[in-house]
C-alpha cells in the first residue's frame, strides 16, 4: 500500500520561503510521476510542479522561477522549495503520485494521481 505524506506547511509574510516535503512509502514502481497540487477555498486543485522517473519537471506557470521541485530517492522524499511567495500562494497543498509517466499536460490532471497525502496548509500575509 502506497503512502504519501506531506509536512513543512505553516503561516510567511509574503517574498519569504518555505519547503515542503513529501514522504512516500510502499512505492515499487519504476515508472511514477510524483507532484504537488494546490487547492485554495472556493478554487479548484491545480497542479503546481510534478517530477517523474524519467527526470522531466513540469510547473504551473504561476509559479515558474519562483518554486523548485526536486526528489531524493535514497529517502523516498519529494520536495517543494518555494521562494518569493505571494498571497495568491495561500492554499493546501498536497502531494501525489502516479504509478506511471504522464506525458505532456497530463501532469497537472489530478486524475491521473493514484495516490494522494492529506494535504498541508501554506498562508502567505501580505
Known amino acids: 500500500q502506497v503512502q504519501v505524506e506531506e509536512s513543512g506547511g505553516g503561516s510567511v509574510q509574503a517574498g519569504g520561503s518555505l519547503k515542503l516535503s513529501c514522504a512516500a512509502s510502499g512505492y515499487t514502481d519504476s515508472s511514477y510521476c510524483m507532484g504537488w497540487f494546490r487547492q485554495a477555498p472556493g478554487k479548484e486543485r491545480e497542479g503546481v510542479a510534478a517530477?517523474?522517473?524519467?527526470?522531466?519537471?513540469k510547473y504551473a506557470d504561476s509559479v515558474k522561477g519562483r518554486f523548485t521541485i526536486s526528489d531524493d530517492s535514497a529517502k523516498n522524499t519529494l520536495y517543494l522549495q518555494m521562494s518569493s511567495l505571494k498571497p495568491e500562494d495561500t492554499a493546501m497543498y498536497y502531494c501525489?503520485?502516479?504509478?506511471?509517466?504522464?506525458?505532456?499536460?497530463?501532469?497537472?490532471?489530478?486524475?491521473?494521481?493514484?495516490?494522494w497525502g492529506q494535504g498541508t496548509q501554506v498562508a502567505v500575509s501580505s
Open positions: 517530477i517523474d522517473s524519467d527526470g522531466n519537471i
Open positions: 501525489a503520485a502516479s504509478d506511471h509517466v504522464l506525458l505532456g499536460a497530463n501532469w497537472g490532471n489530478q486524475y491521473e494521481y493514484n495516490y
